[in-house]
Structures are given as C-alpha cells and as structure tokens.
C-alpha cells in the first residue's frame, strides 16, 4: 500500500510540474482540472512543496519583444580589483542592462548576460574599450547569441516525494527530449510601457506573485494592473512560458555550476550538441553564437552528480570532445537580476550612457583607492 501511495505520489507531482509549464503557476483552477486534484491540494504543493523539493517556477521573458537583444560578455579585471569587480557588475545592473553574473573557477574571468537594445552595442563596447585603456579590463569578449533555449527540469527524472534525483545515466539516450522554450534573435518594436515592465519584473523575481500583490507594491489600481498583465504582458508574448528550475533543496549545499563551451561547431555537429544537453536533465540553458560557431550551456547539479555528467557528455560527442572546455562557477560569486528596468522611460524607451557608467565607475575607483589608502 505504501509503495502504491508513493508512486501514485510521484505521479501527481510529475503531472503538475508538466501542467505548470503549459498553464502557468497562479491559475489553481486550471490546473487541478489538469490533473484531477482538489484545487487547494494544487495550491499547496504549487506554493510550498515544490519550492521545499528545490523547485523555483521562473518565467521566461521574450527580451525580442521588448526591443532587447541577448549578449554574452566576458570580463577579464586586472590583477588587484577584485573587490571592485563585483562592485563594478553590480553597478550594471542598474545603469548597463546586465541580467546575470558569474565568477569562473579557478581563472577568475566573470561571464554575464546583457539584454541590451542592438543599437547600442557599439557604444557597451566603446565603454568596455575604455575601461580596457584605463587598466581596469585586462580584456574581453561580446557575443552577440543567436539564440537561447531553456530548458524545464527533467521532472521524469526527479522524485518530488524524496527530493531526490532519480534515474541511470545510461538510460538517457532511450528517452525521448523534453519540451524547450526557445528565445530567437528576432526584434520587434516594443509595444509596452513602463507598468508592463514592472509587472514583467515582479514576476521574474518570483512568479507566484499574485496580481494583487504586484499591484499593492507598485501603488497602483489592481483593474490597471490586471489589465496590462493580460493584454499586454500575456496577449504580447512577453512572458514566452514557466519554467520549472531544479536549484536544490532549502538548507542544502553541495551544488555545481557549470559552464560548457563547445567551439567551431557545425551545423551537424550542433544538432547532436544540442540533443546531448536537451537530455541532461540539469541543463538549466544552452545558446549559439552563428557567426563564431560558439555553443554555450550553463548547468546546474549536484556535486555527486558531476562526474556523471562529464563522463555522459565525453560519451556522447566524439566528433567534439577536442573542442569541448568545461568551467565551474563560483556559488558564493553568482547573482541573477530582472529586466533593466532603470534604462527604460515611456518617453525615451530604452536608454544607455557610456559617460555616465564611466563616471560611476570612477567614483567606485576612488571609493576602492580610499579604501586601500586606509587599511
């Protein structure tokens, strides 16, 4: 009786995580037609026992929709500025359309995510150029991608019960690839306002929050907040789908993140890159840059687990294993951000000052320069 309960346990769970994605994470109604269970059960497990299973709902934003194109970028500080680095991405943030960082190990060099206008790429690098000049970059690199997949946890591999991963590296093959949620490197002219971006933003923090709520902490009327979400947020694509993240269970340690560079891919070869991750069930995303044959994934999995996943990934890529450079990144050195919404005015639309991030990076040089004078 008690392996019949907890398999029919597991079940539910896994017909959730799958309702999630399609449906999203606030209709409770939707989804307990769904899958058959009492809608206060679905709001339960929807609120609370996933996030304890290690399972955050994110929302994926079309950026093509907003006006905003994706970048890769890779930083290199000068020896002795570490401590201003982070301060100096953090900086970005708000004022230079950057959405995630993170520190690589053992090199030191920083990778991060742009959402930037194309408009002005030739102005980030002018700035980056400069900061080069100025000694603070050693170098760089940006990417421009052509596209970004994420992917929903393999929730056929997880037990949601136990909170435990589930499954036999061998076994992958045999499975069929789950469901993506594609990004393309299409523009179009943004169609929104600034109350569509703060709504948007709400719910890439977290995307349980009820409507109710974004509206009460935006000091504005809940029939305007609602409505901007359904016509324009949702009816525009601009939330493209909910993504189901696998980023380990509250109170637990223990994880590995892990960047996969794969270079001078073919389009052959890049089918078969592309399955392999599509796969692994703790690919969090993957990317391509066309012009330069570059493939990017960024994985997210246990330390046990870790030995598995590369020896899985030399098996199944003879014709790259040459090309492929694993990295980790720092944990403790790794932050994720919302939209920018600081660069963006419903009279300006979207803004970027390569003067004013110089500024404020100086004012942070002699912040730094103050520091070391005092200690």
Same mark, same amino acid.
């Given at each position: 009786?008690?392996?019949?309960?907890?398999?029919?346990?597991?079940?539910?769970?896994?017909?959730?995580?799958?309702?999630?994605?399609v449906l999203g994470?606030?209709?409770?109604?939707?989804?307990?037609?769904?899958?058959?269970?009492?809608?206060? =059960?679905?709001?339960?497990?929807?609120?609370?026992?996933?996030?304890?299973?290690?399972? &955050?709902?994110?929302?994926?934003?079309?950026?093509?929709?907003?006006?905003?194109?994706?970048?890769?970028?890779?930083?290199?500080?000068?020896?002795?500025?570490?401590?201003?680095?982070?301060?100096?991405?953090?900086?970005? !943030?708000?004022?230079?359309?950057?959405?995630?960082?993170?520190?690589?190990?053992?090199?030191?060099?920083?990778?991060?995510?742009?959402?930037?206008?194309?408009?002005?790429?030739?102005?980030?690098?002018?700035?980056?150029?400069?900061?080069?000049?100025?000694?603070?970059?050693?170098?760089?690199?940006?990417?421009?991608?052509?596209?970004? &997949?994420?992917?929903?946890?393999?929730?056929?591999?997880?037990?949601?019960?136990?909170?435990?991963?589930?499954?036999?590296?061998?076994?992958?093959?045999?499975?069929?690839?789950?469901?993506?949620?594609?990004?393309?490197?299409?523009?179009?002219?943004?169609?929104?306002?600034?109350?569509?971006?703060?709504?948007?933003?709400?719910?890439?923090?977290?995307?349980?929050?009820?409507?109710?709520?974004?509206?009460?902490?935006?000091?504005?009327?809940?029939?305007?907040?609602?409505?901007?979400?359904?016509?324009?947020?949702?009816?525009?694509?601009?939330?493209?789908?909910?993504?189901?993240?696998?980023?380990?269970?509250?109170?637990?340690?223990?994880?590995?993140?892990?960047?996969?560079?794969?270079?001078?891919?073919?389009?052959?070869?890049?089918?078969?890159?592309?399955?392999?991750?599509?796969?692994?069930?703790?690919?969090?995303?993957? =990317?391509?840059?066309?012009?330069?044959?570059?493939?990017?994934?960024?994985?997210?999995?246990?330390?046990?687990?870790?030995?598995?996943?590369?020896?899985?990934?030399?098996?199944?890529?003879?014709?790259?294993?040459? &090309?492929?450079?694993?990295?980790?990144?720092? =944990?403790?050195?790794?932050?994720?951000?919302a939209i920018p919404?600081?660069?963006?005015?419903?009279?300006?639309?979207?803004?970027?000052? !390569?003067?004013?991030?110089?500024?404020?990076?100086?004012?942070?040089?002699? !912040?730094?320069?103050?520091?070391?004078?005092?200690?």
């Open positions: 009786m008690r392996l019949r309960l907890a398999k029919r346990h597991r079940e539910e769970f896994v017909l959730l995580a799958r309702a999630i994605k994470p606030r209709n409770y109604t939707a989804l307990a037609k769904f899958t058959g269970l009492p809608v206060e =059960t679905v709001r339960y497990r929807v609120k609370h026992l996933l996030a304890k299973a290690g399972v &955050r709902i994110q929302a994926h934003v079309d950026h093509g929709k907003l006006g905003l194109a994706r970048y890769w970028l890779r930083l290199r500080f000068a020896d002795g500025l570490d401590g201003l680095s982070v301060r100096f991405l953090e900086q970005l !943030v708000v004022s230079g359309c950057l959405e995630h960082y993170g520190r690589l190990l053992p090199g030191g060099d920083y990778i991060a995510g742009l959402g930037l206008p194309p408009r002005f790429e030739r102005s980030y690098r002018i700035m980056l150029d400069r900061l080069v000049d100025m000694g603070v970059l050693e170098g760089y690199s940006m990417h421009k991608v052509s596209w970004i &997949r994420y992917l929903s946890m393999r929730e056929d591999c997880y037990d949601f019960a136990r909170g435990v991963w589930s499954f036999a590296w061998d076994g992958l093959h045999g499975r069929a690839p789950e469901d993506v949620s594609i990004e393309e490197d299409v523009l179009s002219k943004p169609r929104l306002d600034e109350l569509d971006l703060q709504i948007t933003a709400w719910l890439q923090v977290d995307a349980l929050t009820p409507i109710s709520e974004i509206a009460r902490r935006l000091g504005v009327g809940y029939k305007r907040v609602l409505y901007h979400y359904r016509e324009h947020v949702l009816k525009r694509g601009i939330i493209k789908r909910y993504i189901l993240r696998w980023q380990g269970r509250a109170g637990r340690g223990n994880l590995a993140y892990m960047l996969v560079i794969v270079r001078d891919v073919s389009g052959r070869e890049l089918e078969e890159v592309k399955r392999t991750f599509q796969r692994i069930p703790f690919t969090f995303f993957d =990317t391509y840059v066309a012009g330069e044959r570059l493939y990017i994934a960024y994985v997210i999995l246990p330390v046990s687990y870790l030995q598995g996943c590369l020896s899985y990934i030399w098996r199944s890529l003879p014709p790259v294993r040459s &090309r492929v450079v694993t990295e980790l990144i720092d =944990t403790g050195c790794s932050r994720a951000f919404l600081e660069l963006y005015s419903d009279g300006e639309g979207w803004t970027f000052s !390569v003067s004013s991030n110089l500024r404020k990076l100086f004012k942070l040089l002699k !912040v730094s320069e103050k520091i070391g004078e005092v200690r």
